[in-house]
């Protein structure tokens, strides 16, 4: 688990850590990122880096709250009650609550480049697939599974946005 730690999150380990596991680091070494993949040579390059994770937050926060301010269209297009259209609301939450602790674990090994763009492939298929739902419970399975990337794409984009960023 240390090992996870010292090679994903940065974290500074000292040598009280112990047993088979055990990463030694002082504390004056930190975990510098391998990834090639998501730092741009250019200043030009990180400023559509940055412009990309912002979007991808700007897309990620339009689908968790537009439906707030729908819910009686859709509750309509369903053909349930406002309340119950508001499970979708919750659905979406669950999905966030379900999919944020899974992908952290999980998607600790994948390059973060790699790892956004297959949150941001889910997240937009989950999308789609609720344009395309063709009933109320179909909608809340799809509204559910487009908010699992959510809580995994704020961490990761933040880790990386912070990354590239100059001192």
Do not use: C
């Amino acid at each position: 688990m240390n090992e996870f730690y010292a090679k994903h999150a940065g974290h500074h380990f000292d040598s009280y850590h112990s047993g088979p596991d055990a990463v030694h680091m002082s504390s004056t070494q930190s975990y510098q990122s391998t990834d090639q993949e998501t730092a741009p040579q250019t200043p030009f390059g990180l400023g559509w880096a940055l412009f990309a994770l912002a979007l991808g937050g700007l897309g990620i926060g339009i689908g968790e709250f537009t439906p707030m301010g729908l819910l009686p269209t859709i509750a309509q297009g369903v053909d349930v009650s406002i309340p119950r259209a508001g499970w979708l609301i919750s659905a979406y939450a669950l999905g966030v609550v379900v999919g944020a602790p899974l992908i952290a674990v999980f998607g600790g090994g994948i390059p973060r480049r790699r790892l956004l763009l297959g949150l941001m492939a889910v997240f937009t298929v989950g999308n789609l697939l609720s344009a395309l739902a063709f009933g109320f419970p179909t909608l809340l399975a799809a509204r559910f599974f487009a908010g699992l990337p959510h809580g995994a794409f704020f961490g990761v984009a933040s880790l990386v946005a912070a990354e590239l960023s100059p001192p």
